[in-house]
Every structure is written in structure tokens, then in C-alpha cells.
């Protein structure tokens, strides 16, 4: 082992690994997420979760006061989770990446009394094909008869504050949806008894509604980012930003604008960038970069704030001329000191491969 230990890589070149939730309808994907971010609101100072274009950025600071004892900061070196706003699985498979998923981790949410249905079926069967190294957040904990219900608790903790036949009746439900991955091929147990998250799915059992679980999920989310994917969160962020076209909006003031997901490198406001087209690559500069503005400042003007640039990994609108032709699902890349006809050729390329994939779906 030639590990050269600290100081081997700039802490500062880790990117955010991007989450993905898909799951059956109703069984609380939307309901987790706002969960989250309610929490992060609440536990962080001010300001502390970024909303961004298309998703939420949850701090490591953030993930750690909401999952107490179960995070530790200084064991973690990954700059936090970025979660895509938009869950399910069509904007999953939307969602690429230099022929990959978008999402580098997601969660699956399956609601504990409805069990697998075919939206988790499918899920699952997306996840398996695209190699996404998922966890099942069971879901809706409190609707267990009887339960007894622990605001924002770790689940170890709720656990306890059960009786014994309510904890009996949710390890029921537990089982049954292991069985159910068992079923799929996938070997899983719930979460406190993985040893090795890539050979077996952890089950965090949750509850969207009282927020039991989160810090138990947040935290499964950030070891499993730490422990496997560091390598892959690794970029150059000095470099030419790369990402993917998540939607393709009529902005007042700004004509056609794209919203992006970056996933490498930086963008700038004065950057030349190629987009993927319905025809072929569309080649355009940047006219603004535009974030949410926050709340409390909203008046009559814009919703947006314009910035100079941004990191991936990040969402963030992009206002520039000739955009009409762009496509969710398309990918975007800065062009700034490179060839221009290479980076042409590399979105032709990966539009190619889009391509494939939607005939081999269709
Ligand atoms: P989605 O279609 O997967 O995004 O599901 P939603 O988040 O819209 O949730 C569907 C319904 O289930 C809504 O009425 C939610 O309030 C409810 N729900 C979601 N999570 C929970 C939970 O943990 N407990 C309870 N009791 N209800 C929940």
C-alpha cells in the first residue's frame, strides 16, 4: 500500500456526489426530499443548504447536525450531497453522464405497508443496468399501528420507544422487502448489519412525515459516497465545466435558457459552450449564469442572481443566444481553452450514444 496520506490530494478537487430518489408513486419520494431539505434548514445557520437550479446542496456541516452521532465531519473529506430536485425514475434516465447515470448514488424509496410495486421494479431494474450503487429507504415507519413516533430521531433510538409489537410488525414489513430485493437478485439487509454496501443494498428504515431515520440515511448516503466513490468525486474544478441538460425553459428577460447539472470542472459567465441539439451540437456563449434567489429577497424583479461562475457539482440556468434546439438529457461543455472542434466532436459523440440508448429503450 503506497498510500502518501494526507496532503496527497487537494481536499478542494473532491466534488459533492450527485443523489438521484426514485421509487413507486406515493411511496414519499417527494415528501423525503422536502423532508431533507426541511431539516437542513432548520439544524444549519442561515443559508447553509443552497438551493440550487434543479437541486439541493446539503453540506457536510449540515449532514452532521442533522445526523448527530452518526457523522462525524472529520471522517469525511467529501464535500456534502447534492440532491437532484426532480425524483423518478424518467428524469434517472434522462439524466447521463458520459454514458453513464447522472446520479453517482441514489435512493430507493419503497413505502413499508405497500411494498414492491411495479414503479420499484422498474427502479431497481434501472439501477442494476445503469451500476448505480443504491440504498432502499423504507419508508412511512409511522403508519406501523400503534407506533410511537420520535421527531427526527435516529432509528436505534425510536426503535426503543417501541413496544414490542410494534417493532415486531416493522421488522415484518422489513423482511418482507429484503425478501423482495432477495427476489431481484439483490442481497440486502437492513442497514446497521452491511458490512460491504457494494456487495449488499442497505434498508434504512424512515419516515418522510416525522423525519425518524433521516440521520441514519443521510449519514448510510455519506459513508457509502466516502467509502466507494471518492475516486470517481475527484475532478479538475479549475477546468472547462462538463454537464447535462436537465431542462430547456423560456425565461422572461433571457429568451430560451437551459438548466444544468454540472458534473466536472467550472463554468463561467463569459464561457463559449457546446450543447447538445436536436440536430447536432448547438455552439453558443454564455450570456448569464443564473441562481435562485433566495427568498426572503424576492420582490417584483428577477427570481434569479446572476453569478460569475460555478463548480461542479452544481445545478445552475444558463441564459445564452440559440438554445431553442437544446434537449433535457443533452450534454453541455465549456469550451474555454480547448479546440473547439474537439469538444464539438465529444457532445456529437455523446448525443450519439444518447441516441442508442433511447432506441435500445424504445
Ligand atoms: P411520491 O409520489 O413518491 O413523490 O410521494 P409523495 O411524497 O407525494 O407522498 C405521497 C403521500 O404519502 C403524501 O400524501 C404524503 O404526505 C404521504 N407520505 C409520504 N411519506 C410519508 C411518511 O413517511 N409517513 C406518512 N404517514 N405519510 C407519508
Known amino acids: 500500500d503506497t498510500d502518501t496520506g494526507a496532503g496527497s490530494h487537494d481536499p478542494t478537487s473532491l466534488r459533492t456526489p450527485i443523489v438521484a430518489v426514485l421509487g413507486h408513486v406515493d411511496h414519499g419520494k417527494t415528501s423525503l426530499l422536502d423532508k431533507i431539505r426541511g431539516s437542513a434548514v432548520i439544524e444549519g445557520e442561515a443559508g447553509a443548504i443552497t438551493q440550487h437550479i434543479g437541486a439541493t446542496a446539503v453540506p457536510l456541516d449540515v449532514v452532521s447536525s442533522i445526523a448527530g452521532d452518526l457523522v462525524d465531519p472529520d471522517d469525511f473529506d467529501l464535500p456534502g450531497l447534492l440532491f437532484i430536485d426532480t425524483p423518478g425514475h424518467h428524469s434517472f434516465t434522462t439524466l447521463r453522464s458520459r454514458g453513464g447515470a447522472l446520479a453517482d448514488i441514489a435512493i430507493l424509496v419503497v413505502d413499508v405497508n405497500d411494498g414492491f410495486q411495479p414503479q420499484t421494479l422498474e427502479a431497481l431494474d434501472i439501477l442494476k443496468r445503469s451500476q448505480t450503487p443504491f440504498i432502499v429507504a423504507a419508508n412511512k415507519i409511522d403508519t406501523v399501528p400503534g407506533w410511537n413516533a420520535n421527531e427526527d430521531s435516529p432509528i436505534n433510538a425510536t426503535y426503543e420507544a417501541q413496544s414490542d409489537r410494534v ?29 460491504n454496501f457494494q456487495r449488499n443494498v442497505g434498508v434504512v428504515p424512515v419516515s418522510a412525515m416525522t423525519g425518524e431515520g433521516v440521520p441514519d440515511l443521510l449519514a448510510v448516503m455519506m459513508g457509502l459516497s466516502q467509502r466507494y466513490m471518492k475516486e470517481e468525486m475527484e475532478i479538475d474544478v479549475q477546468g472547462p465545466g462538463v454537464g447535462t441538460v436537465l431542462e430547456v425553459k423560456e425565461e422572461k428577460g433571457f429568451g430560451t435558457t437551459i438548466d444544468i447539472v454540472l458534473y466536472d470542472g467550472t463554468i463561467k459567465a463569459d464561457d463559449k459552450v457546446v450543447v447538445g441539439g436536436m440536430n447536432q451540437p448547438i455552439v453558443t456563449d454564455v450570456r448569464a449564469l443564473l441562481q435562485p434567489r433566495p427568498l426572503a429577497e424576492i420582490r417584483t424583479e428577477s427570481r434569479f442572481e446572476k453569478v460569475d461562475e460555478i463548480s461542479a457539482a452544481s445545478g445552475i440556468k444558463v441564459a445564452a443566444p440559440d438554445l431553442a434546439d437544446a434537449m433535457a438529457g443533452a450534454p453541455v461543455r465549456v469550451v474555454r481553452n480547448r479546440e473547439l ?22
Open 167 to 195: 417493532s415486531s410488525r416493522l421488522d415484518e414489513s422489513l423482511y418482507e422487502i429484503i425478501g423482495n430485493l432477495s427476489d431481484e437478485d439483490f442481497s440486502a439487509d437492513l442497514y446497521w448489519r452491511v458490512q
Open 341 to 362: 472542434d474537439e469538444v464539438v466532436d465529444e457532445v456529437e459523440a455523446e448525443l450519439a450514444d444518447i441516441a442508442v440508448d433511447t432506441e435500445e429503450q424504445g
